[in-house]
C-alpha cells in the first residue's frame, strides 16, 4: 500500500469515526446550548442504543434479515433512546433546573450511574456480539484502498441526520423555539413558548441522534459492552468543545476532526495512546481556544 | 474523628466528644483484631481521600470526576522513586506535593478560567490520561504496576503490621481534619464559599476567582497526593485498575452524599462507602448492583435534600 492510499484509507476510518463521535456530540451541544448541562449521561444513552437495536435486531431475525432488519431496530432503538432521555429529563433535570449547575451537573452523574449499573446487571458484565449477516468485507476498491458498503451506509446515514438535523433547527418552528431559549428562556416564556415542552424534545432529538449513533456502532463493530459508552462520552465532549459547544455545525465539524485527528495519531502513534491523544486535545483545545473553532465569544450576562 | 461541635449548642459538649472519640480511636487496637484494623484503616483511607476532594467540591463548589488521578500521581511518584530510584519514603514526600502541585496547575490553569462545569470532563479526561499512561510505560510498570514497594522506617520502627497502619492513617485523619478546618475558617475559605455559592458576586466584590479556584484545586490536589504516597507503601503495590473512574466516583459519592463541605459528614460518608461492601459482600444481588442504588440515591438527594444528609449550617447567612 502507497503512502497516499494509507493516509486515504485512514481518511476513510476517520471519518466513520469521526461521525459516530459528530452524532453524539450533536445531543451533548444541544442539551448544553438550551440549558447549560452537560448532560453526563449522554454516553450511556448512547450505549442503550446499541443495547436495543441489538435486541431488536435479534427479535427480528425470524422476519427479517440483512439491511431492513438494520432499519428497523434503530428506528426502535431511537424510539427507545428519545424516550429514556425525556424520562432523564423530567424525572432527574426538570425539578433542578432553577437549582446551583452543580447539583445538576451531580444529578447527571447519577442518571449515568443508573443507566449503567442497570446495564451491567442485566447483561452480567460480559460483552454481546452481534452479526448483522451483512458482507463486512463486499465494497468498492480503488486501487489499494477499500471502501465497504457498509462504511458508504453508515457516512450517507450521518450525513443525511446531520442534514435533517440543521433543516429542522434552522427552518421550522420548533427550531426556532430552540434557539430562541438558548438565548433567553425567560423572554421565551413572556412570548408563549412552552419551554419544558421544547427542552423535552431537545433531550428525545439528542438522545435519538445517539441512538443512532450507538445503532450504527454496533452493525459496525459487531459487539457491545456495558461500558461503551464511558470514553465516546468523553470524546464526544470533547469533540463538542473543538467545534464550539452550542454550536451545531460545531458539533459536526469537531466530530468529524476529531475522528481524522485520531486515525492520524492512530497511525503515528502506537493505539493503546490513541485515547490520551484525543483528551490531550481536549485540554490543548481549551488552553488555546476555549470557545472552539465556530463558538461565539460566550458573553457572561447577570 | 468525628467532630460534633456544630451540632451542638453547649460550648464544651462538642470538644468533650472530639476528645472522647479520639480516645476511643486510639484505645481501639488494644481490643479488637486484625480485621477490624483493616477495614478501618480502609475507612480512613477514604475519609483522607473524602476530605482532599471536600476541598475542590464542598468547599469551591467546583466538580472534580478525577480525583482517583491525583492519588494515583502520589501513589506512582512515591512508587517510582522508591524503586527505580531508591529513595527514602520520607523524602519522596515533598517530590509528591511538588509533582501533584504541578499537575493541578497543568489541569486547572487552563480550565478554571472557563465556566466551572467543564473541569468535570477534564478531569475526567486527564484521569484517563493518567490513567493509560500508567498502563503504557514500562517505568510505571505497565498493565501489572508496581509491587513489591519497601516499607517505610519510623523511629527506626518498620511499619508492617495492621496496628501501625491504624496510627500512621489516624495521624494522617486529625492532620487533614486540622487542615480542612483552617482552610475553612480563613479568609481563604470564606473567598471559597462565597464562589460556591455564587461565583458572580464573589467576582464582583473582588475576589480574584479563577486565582482562588486553582488555589482549591491545588489543595485538594497535594492532600490526594499525599494520600496516594501513602496507600503505595501501606499495600506495597499498586497498578492502574486502583484508579479506574468507579474510585473517583466513589470519593465523589461520599464527599456529596455525606454532606458537602462539613467535615463529620464527609468522614461519615466515606467511612459508609468503605464500610458498606464489607456487609453486604455476601449478598448477592446488592453487591453487583449497589452502584445503582447509589446512582437512584444521588438523583433523590440531589432533587430532596441538594445539601447532603449531613450538611454545612450556614453561618450568618440571610436565608
Redesign the interface.
Known amino acids: 500500500m502507497s503512502t497516499w492510499e494509507l493516509i486515504l484509507q485512514q481518511g476513510v476510518n476517520g471519518l466513520i469515526l469521526g461521525s459516530f463521535y459528530a452524532l453524539v456530540a450533536l445531543g451533548y451541544s444541544m442539551v448544553y446550548g438550551i440549558i447549560k448541562l452537560l448532560n453526563f449521561a449522554h454516553g450511556d444513552i448512547y450505549m442503550t442504543g446499541a443495547f436495543v437495536c441489538l435486541s431488536v435486531f435479534g427479535a427480528l431475525s425470524r422476519f427479517l434479515s440483512g439491511w431492513p432488519a438494520v432499519a428497523c431496530s434503530i428506528v426502535a432503538a431511537m424510539f427507545l433512546a428519545a424516550a429514556l432521555g425525556f424520562l432523564a429529563q423530567r424525572f432527574a433535570y426538570r425539578p433542578l433546573l432553577g437549582a446551583p449547575r452543580l447539583s445538576l451537573l451531580i444529578t447527571a452523574i447519577g442518571v449515568s450511574l443508573v443507566i449503567y449499573n442497570t446495564v451491567m446487571v442485566i447483561t452480567n458484565s460480559q460483552p454481546l456480539f452481534f452479526s448483522s449477516g451483512l458482507d463486512s468485507s463486499a465494497g468498492i476498491k480503488i486501487g489499494g484502498l477499500t471502501v465497504t458498503y457498509i462504511q458508504m451506509v453508515l457516512l450517507a446515514v450521518s450525513a443525511l441526520v446531520m442534514l435533517g438535523l440543521s433543516l429542522f433547527i434552522g427552518h421550522t418552528k420548533t427550531g426556532r423555539a430552540m434557539r430562541a431559549i438558548a438565548l433567553d428562556q425567560d423572554t421565551c416564556r413572556l412570548m408563549g413558548i412552552n419551554v419544558n415542552k421544547v427542552i423535552g424534545l431537545t433531550f428525545m432529538l439528542g438522545s435519538a441522534l445517539a441512538a443512532i449513533a450507538g445503532g450504527l456502532a454496533c452493525v459496525y463493530y459487531g459487539n457491545v459492552q456495558y461500558n461503551m459508552g464511558y470514553t465516546i462520552g468523553i470524546k464526544a465532549f470533547t469533540a463538542a468543545v473543538i467545534g464550539g459547544i452550542g454550536s451545531i455545525p460545531g458539533a459536526m465539524l469537531g466530530g468529524l476532526l476529531l475522528g481524522l485527528l485520531e486515525a492520524t495519531g492512530t497511525q503515528l502513534l502506537d493505539s493503546s495512546w490513541k485515547d490520551v491523544f484525543a483528551f490531550g486535545i481536549l485540554i490543548l483545545m481549551l488552553i488555546v481556544r476555549p470557545n472552539g473553532l465556530l463558538g461565539k465569544t460566550e458573553i457572561e450576562r447577570m | 474523628m468525628i467532630k460534633a461541635k456544630e451540632m451542638m449548642n453547649s460550648k464544651w459538649l462538642g470538644p468533650g466528644m472530639l476528645l472522647g472519640l479520639l480516645a476511643a480511636m486510639l484505645a481501639l487496637p488494644l481490643f479488637s483484631n486484625d480485621y477490624v484494623l483493616i477495614v478501618l484503616w480502609n475507612g480512613m483511607f477514604y475519609a483522607l481521600l473524602a476530605l482532599g476532594l471536600n476541598i475542590i ?1 464542598g468547599y469551591c ?3 472534580d ?1 478525577g480525583y482517583a488521578a491525583k492519588f494515583a500521581i502520589g501513589a506512582y511518584t512515591t512508587g517510582i522513586l522508591m524503586k527505580s530510584f531508591g529513595w527514602n519514603f520520607w523524602l519522596t514526600l515533598p517530590m509528591v506535593v511538588l509533582v501533584s502541585l504541578l499537575a493541578a496547575i ?2 486547572g490553569a ?2 478554571l ?6 473541569l ?3 478531569t ?3 484521569a ?2 493518567v490513567r ?2 500508567a ?2 510505560l514500562d517505568i510505571t510498570g505497565s498493565a501489572s504496576g508496581l509491587n513489591a514497594i519497601a516499607r517505610p522506617e519510623l523511629f527506626g520502627l518498620r511499619l508492617t503490621k495492621s496496628i501501625h497502619w491504624y496510627y500512621v492513617f489516624l495521624v494522617l485523619v486529625i492532620l487533614f481534619v486540622f487542615i480542612s478546618h483552617r482552610v475553612r475558617s480563613s479568609r481563604f475559605g470564606r473567598a471559597l464559599a462565597y464562589i ?1 455559592e455564587d461565583e ?1 458576586a464573589a467576582r464582583a466584590m473582588g475576589v480574584n476567582t479563577t486565582r482562588y479556584k486553582l488555589y482549591a484545586y491545588m489543595i485538594g490536589a497535594v492532600l490526594g497526593g499525599v494520600t496516594g504516597s501513602f496507600f503505595a507503601v501501606r499495600m506495597t503495590a499498586i497498578s492502574p485498575q486502583s484508579f479506574d ?1 468507579t474510585q473517583s ?1 466513589n470519593i ?1 459519592l461520599a464527599v ?1 452524599l455525606g454532606g458537602m463541605g462539613k467535615i463529620p459528614g464527609v468522614i461519615a460518608g466515606a467511612v459508609f462507602f468503605a464500610v458498606f461492601p464489607e456487609i453486604f459482600r455476601d449478598v448477592p444481588f446488592i453487591g ?2 449497589r ?2 442504588f ?6 433523590v438527594v ?2 430532596v435534600r ?1 445539601q447532603g444528609f449531613w450538611p454545612e449550617r450556614k453561618r450568618g447567612a440571610l436565608k
Open positions: 467540591v463548589g467546583l466538580c470526576l497543568l489541569v487552563p480550565t478560567k472557563l465556566r466551572s462545569d467543564y468535570a470532563i477534564v475526567l479526561g486527564f484517563e490520561i493509560i499512561t498502563r503504557n460556591r458572580d473512574f466516583a465523589l456529596i453487583d448492583a452502584m445503582l447509589f446512582g437512584i440515591l444521588l438523583v440531589m432533587i441538594p
